[in-house]
């Protein structure tokens, strides 16, 4: 063999090596295209949105089909977060109401919502994820579930007066009845 068919072996190898490099990353990205649709599919699905820059949003604020279970708690930890922080009577009422909602433990919904009672999201997450639920609401859809706007609104009543007062007295802050009155405002407005 000369050295010249040998320089013409060894290339054509390096281009099929790239050439399969490249085949690899392609089927890789087409998989990952796949697989957005599918979650952008479903989390259309179970939460009735059809516009796709709602279903955009979503994922912007890191919902996905494993999380999107947890939204409709949003305005509850919310008001969990009104005084600055998070009591043990109102981590043990948001985690109740998970699992009352079908937030299994350790999963990635209930993920979601133990980091969201460890670091207090910002209020633009608070705002977009409020006007997510109200698109949802408008639709008649709710995820997982028959929670309404009322229903949200009377466990952050609940998680309000979780902690507050003395002898029943004062239970809900100002700061709290501030929180609820925004509150009551995004998911009543029509």
């Given at each position: 063999m000369s050295q010249d068919d040998f320089l013409d072996d060894r290339r054509r190898a390096s281009e099929d090596d790239y050439f399969r490099k490249k085949d690899r990353e392609l089927i890789e990205k087409m998989r990952q295209a796949a697989a957005a649709d599918r979650a952008k599919t479903e989390l259309s699905t179970r939460t009735g949105l059809s516009d796709p820059a709602l279903i955009a949003e979503?994922?912007?604020?890191?919902?996905?089909p494993d999380?999107?279970?947890v939204l409709?708690?949003?305005?509850?930890?919310?008001m969990a977060w009104a005084e600055g922080g998070i009591t043990?009577?109102?981590r043990?009422?948001?985690?109740?109401?998970?699992?009352?909602?079908?937030?299994?433990?350790?999963?990635?919904?209930d993920q979601q919502l133990s980091d969201w009672m460890a670091r207090r999201p910002s209020d633009d997450v608070f705002a977009r994820a409020m006007?997510?639920?109200?698109?949802?609401?408008?639709?008649?859809?709710?995820?997982?579930?028959?929670?309404?706007?009322?229903?949200v609104i009377k466990y952050s009543e609940s998680i309000a007066a979780a902690s507050g007062?003395?002898?029943g007295i004062g239970?809900?802050?100002a700061e709290e009845r501030e929180t609820l009155g925004q509150i009551v405002s995004a998911l009543k407005a029509r």
């Open positions: 979503l994922g912007a604020l890191g919902f996905t999380t999107i279970s409709p708690l949003v305005p509850v930890v919310q043990p009577a109102e043990d009422m948001l985690i109740r109401l998970a699992r009352g909602r079908g937030i299994a433990a350790g999963g990635a919904a006007r997510l639920i109200r698109a949802m609401l408008d639709t008649g859809t709710t995820v997982d579930g028959s929670l309404n706007a009322d229903d007062g003395l002898f239970k809900i802050s």
